[in-house]
């Protein structure tokens, strides 16, 4: 079978579609563990996948009680964040999949505060929390490391520091912010105080975003592409096409590889540098 290249910049590299041989039917999200390993997170049934670096399976970690995993994200020091999105909660796992603690009240959603069908979560170093909570509330939330709520940032609209769906989150090394802005057809950059730094255009109903090792910035939306922005310009400098209808998840590794969780149909696709 022919292999397939596409370019990102000045990156080419070999698409791996399909890229393990695991049943991933229902992925809706990837993160790269602080280990190396691979988490694709599933709906069906909810749980984690771990996957070694070679695609073979390392562990499943069972989320019997969650309704909607939606997106997962890697904690800095092991284990993951899942966001349940229609249980209105984040649920943290250890480096093994044992639940240490679970953020929100399944039974109260709550307008404009945590949470109303959230997201996405991630972990800084320091152990403080950002969540986009964006299918009922249109604002992102910073917590302390001692998670309690500092503040929601946003609000409806189309203007900086407003948002339509706030819908994945990613963080740069300085502590900056990249918020996936969906249907306001952007990327917005918030700093460590959730301050309007800018944003990233052009791209329709972005999906995902992920910060590589060199800071520049992926974004997949809904054309369906992967895009590649320089974040000190805010300009694009490369694109390539996503082979499901969408990207619904993006991680990037150590090694620069690229892991995208498609949809429609589903997929784990790996853009090894080539």
């Known amino acids: 079978m022919a292999t397939a290249y596409v370019t990102l910049g000045a990156q080419r590299y070999r698409v791996e579609r399909a890229w393990t041989q695991a049943d991933i039917g229902s992925i809706t999200s990837v993160a790269v563990l602080a280990d190396g390993r691979i988490a694709a997170l599933l709906r069906r049934p909810a749980c984690v996948l771990v996957l070694a670096p070679d695609g073979q399976v390392s562990a499943r970690w069972a989320l019997d009680d969650i309704l909607c995993p939606h997106h997962i994200s890697a904690r800095p020091q092991g284990g993951v964040l899942v966001t349940d999105l229609d249980g209105h909660q984040i649920l943290a796992l250890d480096a093994h999949g044992n639940e240490q603690w679970r953020l929100g009240k ?19 170093l320091d152990g403080g929390l950002w969540v986009s909570d964006g299918y009922g509330n249109t604002v992102v939330h910073r917590f302390d490391p001692q998670r309690q709520w500092l503040a929601a940032l946003g609000a409806p609209g189309a203007g900086p520091l407003q948002f339509s769906t706030p819908h994945m989150l990613a963080s740069a090394a ?76 993006l991680a990037v590794g ?19 540098p080539a």
């Open 174 to 249: 300085d502590g900056s912010i990249w918020v996936a802005d969906r249907e306001n057809n952007r990327v917005q950059h918030l700093d460590v105080q959730g301050r309007y730094l800018g944003e990233l255009r052009p791209m329709y109903k972005p999906m995902a975003v992920a910060v590589q090792t060199d800071g520049s910035v992926l974004v997949s939306d809904q054309t369906a592409s992967l895009c590649l922005f320089d974040p000190e310009s805010s300009t694009l400098v490369g694109r390539c096409r996503v082979q499901g209808v969408y990207g619904h998840g």
């Open 254 to 272: 150590l090694d620069g590889r690229i892991y995208i969780a498609e949809m429609l149909p589903d997929c784990l696709t790996c853009l090894q």
């Open 106 to 124: 399944p039974e109260q959603p709550r307008w404009q505060e945590p949470f109303n069908h959230p997201t996405h979560a991630i972990e800084c």
